[in-house]
């Protein structure tokens, strides 16, 4: 059974970083596309940023570009997403995903049970 655990949510302060990790088990992470979404209260989850399974290409959302980096590590199981300069509206449940192909959407085959981000002065 794949299983994905998130971790690296916490409260931080406007400007500050995060790097939130995923690391994944019971499966071939090499083969996965790795996405990281977000889910502000009593909103729709959203598309954050992905990573192929070759990790040849990365995606943005365009309020992560140019503040965001995701990332893996096959030989570690993990996907990072590295968050710099973070804002309040940054706030979210951020969850990462496993999938067969990369997507925008929600098409992904494995779910992590999310991380708490918050972004308060």
């Known amino acids: 059974q794949v299983q994905l655990v998130e971790s690296g949510g916490g409260l931080v302060q406007p400007g500050d970083s995060l790097k939130l990790s995923c690391i994944v088990s019971g499966g071939t992470f090499s083969r996965y596309a790795m996405a990281w979404f977000r889910q502000a209260l009593g909103k729709e989850r959203q598309f954050v940023a992905g990573i192929n399974w070759r990790g040849r290409d990365t995606f943005y959302s365009a309020s992560a570009k140019d503040r965001f980096t995701v990332s893996r590590d096959d030989d570690k199981d993990t996907a990072f997403l590295q968050m710099n300069d973070l804002k309040p509206e940054d706030t979210a449940v951020y969850f990462c995903?496993?999938?067969?192909?990369?997507?925008?959407?929600?098409?992904?085959?494995?779910w992590g049970q999310g991380t708490q981000v918050t972004v308060s002065s």
């Open positions: 995903a496993a999938g067969h192909n990369m997507d925008y959407g929600s098409n992904y085959d494995y």
